[in-house]
């Protein structure tokens, strides 16, 4: 799950970077709502995973998370944090 993690964030940061034309991620880094969009998909899969959640529908539960891990890698992404910024808090809770 880590590598799988760290893999992701990667190319995230890549397309940050690089702002390939045909990239849903690098649209979100360069169109100016890019920010409010990824915010408020965060809000929306977060409403569906409660509602999969209610409905113990695991399938949906994990595509859910999903969308929620990537748009939240995004979002660190956005702020010039890195993965390790996480970690360190989960670190400091153990
Ligand atoms: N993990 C993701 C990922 N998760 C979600 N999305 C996109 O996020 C957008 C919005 O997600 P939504 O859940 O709202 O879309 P949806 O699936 O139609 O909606 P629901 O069925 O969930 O209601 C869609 O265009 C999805 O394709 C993602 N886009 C990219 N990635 C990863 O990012 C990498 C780079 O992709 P590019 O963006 O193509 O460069 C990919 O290889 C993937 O690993």
């Known amino acids: ?37 990824v915010l408020e998909k965060l809000g929306e899969e977060t409403t569906e995973l409660v509602l999969a959640a209610k409905d113990d529908d695991r399938e949906e539960i994990a595509h859910e998370s999903a969308d929620i891990v ?9 702020k010039d944090m890195e993965l390790s910024d996480l970690e360190a808090e989960l670190e400091a809770r153990r």
């Open 1 to 37: 799950m880590d590598e799988t993690l760290a893999e992701l964030f990667a190319v995230i940061e890549d397309r940050k970077e690089r702002l390939p034309e045909d990239s849903y991620t690098a649209s979100l880094f360069t169109h100016e709502k890019g920010e409010n969009e």
């Open 70 to 78: 990537y748009h939240l890698l995004v979002l660190l992404a956005m």
